[in-house]
């Protein structure tokens, strides 16, 4: 099968390998020897095929070099698949092979974030865990990528270590999955919003999906990651991994942090996160100091202006 341009594949034309995964709102299995997915809906009712098109549509829409880093940064709907006209799921892109791992049984299962917020333990002890300066590279490179989607005019909504990917080599970076819970800024959902617990916005509901939610989000996959913590929030003293930050970036951070915990509206955009991790840092300019307006004699306007016809030029005969 091919999904190449966005059109609609009917459910009877596939033919499915493994299933590889299910979660609460569908199971995902093999398609084409593994190369694309297919995530199948348990409730197809609770879809809104509309909006699931829209996402299809956005990929479509966007020059080669966008389309190509979406497809670098998520698992994105290629396309809706339909049985008698009424969506059942979609086709996704499978997660690169970077981003997985094999466990001690020879299976090969997804590097999800969960296996960066916690200390290693005995079951997954195959995962080359990340030096310090590659841990703070990955908290960069997952605010990077949340403000890509934000420029694109997109909403993450669920933000969490349940559905981010994570790889060390070739170079740190991270993959977003069940990206059919993504919208477009002031559209609907494909499906009622999900929630992960522990990964609330304590300002807002958990039906809601804002960039200001992203933002607070974004605050808790950053925090989460630097101090290998999976319950960490702003509002915490906290602690880093050692050799994580140095003193700039660590006062960088903390600024951000204090910010995170303030009201709705001034959380720190996924853009600022970037800044404070990178090896510039910010400089902060000073204000421009208006220049005085001249003064204005208005009594030049009130005079009476003596105005006199103004001769024209004869025609030539």
Not at 20 to 45: M, R, T
Not at 223 to 229: G, K, V
Request: proline letters at 8%; aromatic letters at 6%.
């Amino acid at each position: 099968m091919t999904a190449a341009d966005g059109s609609d594949v009917e459910r009877s034309s596939l033919v499915l390998g493994q299933r590889l995964g299910s979660g609460g709102q569908g199971d995902v299995f093999a398609l084409d020897g593994d190369a694309v997915l297919l995530k199948e809906y348990k409730n197809p009712s609770e879809v809104d095929g509309t909006e699931l098109a829209r996402l299809v549509d956005f990929r479509q829409s966007l020059p080669p070099s966008d389309r190509t880093r979406l497809d670098e940064l998520a698992a994105w709907p290629l396309c809706r698949v339909v049985q008698q006209g009424r969506p059942v799921g979609f086709v996704m892109n499978a997660a690169p092979q970077w981003m997985t791992w094999v466990n001690g049984a020879g299976s090969r299962r997804l590097q999800e974030m969960q296996f960066l917020l916690r200390t290693a333990k005995p079951g997954w002890r195959q995962i080359v865990q990340p030096a310090p300066e590659q841990r703070r590279d990955l908290a960069r490179s997952c605010a990077e990528a949340i403000a890509w989607f934000h420029a694109a005019g997109l909403v993450v909504g669920d933000i969490s270590h349940a559905n981010a990917l994570w790889a060390l080599f070739p170079n740190p970076a991270v993959y977003f999955l069940d990206c059919d819970g993504f919208r477009l800024a002031g559209s609907g959902a494909v499906l009622p919003q999900a929630a992960t617990p522990d990964w609330n916005d304590p300002l807002a509901p958990s039906t809601e999906a804002t960039v200001d939610t992203d933002a607070y989000k974004t605050a808790l996959m950053v925090t989460r990651i630097l101090t290998r913590d999976a319950y960490a929030r702003p509002d915490e003293s906290l602690s880093f991994v050692e050799g994580c930050l140095d003193d700039r970036r660590e006062a960088a951070v903390r600024t951000l942090l204090a910010q995170a915990k303030g009201p709705r509206g001034t959380r720190p955009k996924p853009g600022e996160w970037s800044i404070a991790l990178s090896e510039r840092g910010t400089i902060k300019l000073n204000a421009v100091t208006r220049r005085p307006r001249p003064a204005v004699d208005r009594s030049m306007f009130d005079v009476v202006r003596d105005r006199k016809p103004i001769p024209l030029r004869k025609p030539a005969p």
